[in-house]
């Protein structure tokens, strides 16, 4: 494996429990490469990283049922305990496959979950794509 590309995008996102497709910058700098992969992370503790079915109703359910995923209250950590744990069983890392030139997403995005309960929070997502 070769490393091809490496890119980083910056979000501003709200939260708790919104969801921000970054489907078409995954794809775009996917492009190009034949055969391989694209592993993203999501900098810091309290984002996480995963792929959904781009449907309104699929979206706005997940972000909905994400509030009896983890409680927000009686942690004995004061603040953001249930953004860190949230993060922590979704994932902060995400690995597509690159096959025949493209990433199989079958209808799914790929989306950035923000966890925090803030406005205007600037977020950073990493992406290296590699190939055989």
């Given amino acids: ?9 910056e979000l ?5 429990n919104k969801l921000f497709d970054i489907t ?21 503790s309290t984002g996480a990283l995963l792929l959904l079915p781009r449907l ?17 209250l009686g942690w ?3 603040g953001n305990a249930y953004a860190h744990l949230r993060s922590t069983l979704i994932g902060t890392i ?6 025949e030139g493209a990433i199989p997403l079958g209808g799914s995005g790929v ?8 406005l205007n929070r600037r977020r950073s997502i990493t992406a ?3 190939s055989s």
């Fill in 1 to 9: 494996m070769k490393i091809v590309k490496m890119s980083r995008i």
């Fill in 24 to 44: 078409g910058w995954v794809c775009e700098i996917a492009s190009g490469v034949r055969e391989g992969a694209v592993v993203l992370q999501a900098v810091g």
């Fill in 56 to 72: 309104r109703e699929v979206i706005d359910k997940f972000e909905n049922d994400l509030w009896d995923l983890v409680p927000t």
């Fill in 128 to 130: 290296l794509v590699v």
């Fill in 76 to 78: 004995r950590h004061p």
């Fill in 94 to 99: 995400l690995t597509l496959p690159i096959v």
């Fill in 12 to 16: 501003v996102t709200h939260g708790p």
């Fill in 111 to 118: 989306f950035f979950l923000e966890n925090q309960p803030a």
